[in-house]
């Protein structure tokens, strides 16, 4: 036996995943307002306390300022602080940017109240804000390049052309500056190894390259589909690319809120002190949650390790690694299948 309740899922569970899916497939649930998905969730969360639920637990030092895009000294700067001014001088009498107004006014009151929710211990994550007062200002300031190109006409006579010339040299060096603001982004999709175990540089692929090879070992010994299986690893990009269950979540603040992701961990630190398959099977069993029925280790000198994660708000990074080890010898049992791939580990519970 896999543990009790094997097949069945909670209800927060399967709304977390329904939400999930509908988030990422919107057409495939027409049927549902979003409000009716949604709303089972936050209800629950209203009136159960969340357990290792942390998303807000994120307080870089962009979130400890005001965001002040017009001051820049590039494009973007003078861009925005082209539509403050343009903003300020037509609210008035323009309706559109009387709007723009109240969003960049709405958007910076909500980043003092999320400065005020750090003396409460979590944020509002107001710096996720930024791009949308960037891109309101940005919008603006094209209506004040407008306005400026008018008053440019009326003042100089036919400036078009000079006008037009400065707009396409403009936006030349917006779109040559992308790249280097997406650096990191870019280097990744370069070096990171693909589902398919290759790299787009054609260097040598990672460890991800034996991912392909570890799927068919768990179908093959599981005799069960990939939704049937709850895994439990600490390599999150197996479970991004294959469709399995995951036992925990890579960290308290992408975990759902009610997914007692504290408590899970805690589990897993027991669940690593058993001596022999008996107390490891026992204390499985025992689970609140649907035990995971495989594990996807790394292997050590040590034993076989995963790599988790702690919240240490209100620290930047806010997340703290830490290596949880299992002694081999408690799966040298009937009970369990052991596979070694690569520097993996895989374990399946028979």
């Known amino acids: 036996m896999a543990g009790p309740n094997t097949n069945m899922r909670s209800p927060r569970a399967s ?68 539509g403050l001014l343009w903003i300020l001088l037509r609210f008035r009498t323009r309706t559109v940017a009387l709007a723009m107004g109240v969003t960049v006014v709405t958007v910076y009151l909500f980043c003092l109240l999320s400065m005020l929710m750090t003396a409460l211990g979590t944020t509002l994550l107001s710096f996720r804000l930024e791009p949308i007062l960037v891109a309101t200002l940005s919008a603006a300031g094209v209506f004040g390049v407008v306005d400026l190109a008018h008053a440019a006409v009326r003042r100089f006579g036919d400036v078009r052309v000079v006008v037009g010339a400065l707009a396409v040299l403009s936006a030349i060096a917006m779109a040559q500056s992308i790249p280097g603001h997406l ?17 787009a540089d054609a260097r040598p692929a990672g460890a991800e390259s034996y991912f392909g090879e570890l799927d068919k070992l768990i179908g093959e010994q599981t005799g069960r589909p990939r939704t049937e299986n709850v895994v439990l690893t600490a390599d999150f990009g197996f479970l991004s ?4 269950w995951g036992f925990q979540g890579l960290t308290s603040h992408y975990a759902n809120p009610l997914a007692e992701f504290d408590k899970r961990a805690a589990a897993i630190e027991r669940w690593a002190k058993s001596e022999n398959a008996d107390q490891l099977v026992d204390a499985l069993d025992r689970s609140p949650w649907t035990p995971p029925n495989v594990f996807l280790f790394r292997y050590s000198a040590d034993g076989y390790t995963l790599r988790l994660a702690e919240d240490v708000y209100p620290n930047d990074p806010n997340v703290k690694r830490y290596t949880v080890t299992f002694d081999p010898a408690v799966f040298d049992d009937p009970r369990f299948e052991v596979t070694e791939r690569g520097p993996f580990v895989l374990v399946v519970r028979k």
């Open 183 to 199: 650096g990191t982004e870019i280097t990744t999709a370069y070096t990171d190894t693909d589902g398919y175990g290759e790299r």
């Open 15 to 82: 709304a977390g995943r329904c939400a999930f899916f509908c988030a990422a497939e919107p057409h495939s649930c027409s049927g549902f307002a979003p409000s009716e998905i949604a709303a089972p969730g936050v209800i629950a969360m209203t009136n159960t306390p969340a357990s290792g639920g942390t998303a807000e637990h994120y307080l870089p030092e962009r979130g400890s300022v005001l965001p002040l895009p017009m001051f820049g000294l590039n494009l973007v700067g003078a861009i925005t602080m082209i």
């Open 241 to 244: 690319i294959y469709p399995y």
